[in-house]
């Protein structure tokens, strides 16, 4: 494969899938945008992005995404579902997935997936969370979000090479500084589950460069790397620099990981009428103190984090607030 000029982006009006618009152009890339809903007010005028409506869980879009696909030197696949509806997923995620590579031929996929995918119920405190760590199994996975990654996952590497598997962390930026993996929040009551784990942080800046990166770099096969910046914080540096930079939560109650677990662990027996974070699997998955090395990523992609992570958060409230 020679070198690329264009680049299809699936999910193109969403979170990642804007910031990945942004950044190839930024590279002079032109790019074929797939969306279902407006278009993004930043892509008006702009020559170099010819825009796609299609709904990719309609089988019926595979004629005119075939002609995209075909124009295209690479695709960055960032459509999916983001709620807890099992068949939102099974739609917007896996059945977008088949029908796009229905039409996909010889070009370089780049997948967003995500590193919920790991099966932490496997790990223990203190480990090193990498790309060797154990998969969940789609059948048993812990929530409908964590299978249909899993699922698109698989359908991708059966379509065959030239393909990048990427997982990113919690992602954050402009208009999204918050996340689920500091404890829960009732109101203006904010409880944290406190470790000395590190926090699987990424920017969307530097998500959208990784994802640009690979779909300009031949994987040789199939690659599967972590998406996570270098300068990670702990939980709680987490939450005193939100607090600092946002003035919120301003009312927080630490509560240390084991005692949650033991919780979680006291409860089991009600099942799935717990909340989330209070089933252990979940719980193990978003607050287990881990450590989240980004070695085989910067080996194979390079790159690095553009500023330190306080000076990102606080970039990130000054232009989109929280």
Known sequence: MGAVSR?????????VGRACVAEARRRGL???????????AEWVGDAGIAVLKADLADTACRDHLGEAVAGADAIIHAAAHLGDQ???????????????????????????????????MRLSPGDALTEESPLEDPDHARDPYT????????????????LWILRPGAIYGPGRTWHALGGVSAGPL??????????????VDHVAQA??????????????LNVIDDDLPTRGQFLAAHRRITGWPGLSVPIPYPVWLT??????????????LLREPVLRARLMPLRYPNVALRAALGGGDTAPFEELLERAVREGGT
């Open 211 to 224: 994802h640009l990166t690979a779909a300009c770099t031949d994987p040789g096969g199939i690659r599967a």
């Open 7 to 15: 680049i299809l982006i699936t999910g193109a009006a969403g979170f």
């Open 147 to 162: 299978a249909a990654k899993l699922r698109q996952e698989a359908l991708c590497r059966a379509s065959g090479a030239p």
């Open 263 to 276: 919780l979680a662990r006291l409860l089991k027996p009600l099942g799935d009428r717990l909340p989330g």
């Open 190 to 203: 904010h409880v944290a589950i406190t470790s000395d784990g590190e926090l699987p942080l990424c920017h």
């Open 86 to 120: 099992s068949t939102r997923h099974g739609a917007d995620t896996v059945g977008a997935t088949e029908n796009l590579l229905a039409v996909r031929g010889a070009a370089r996929l780049v997948l967003v997936s995500s590193i919920t995918v790991y099966d932490t």
């Open 30 to 40: 032109k790019v074929t945008a797939v969306i279902r809903g407006p278009e993004p």
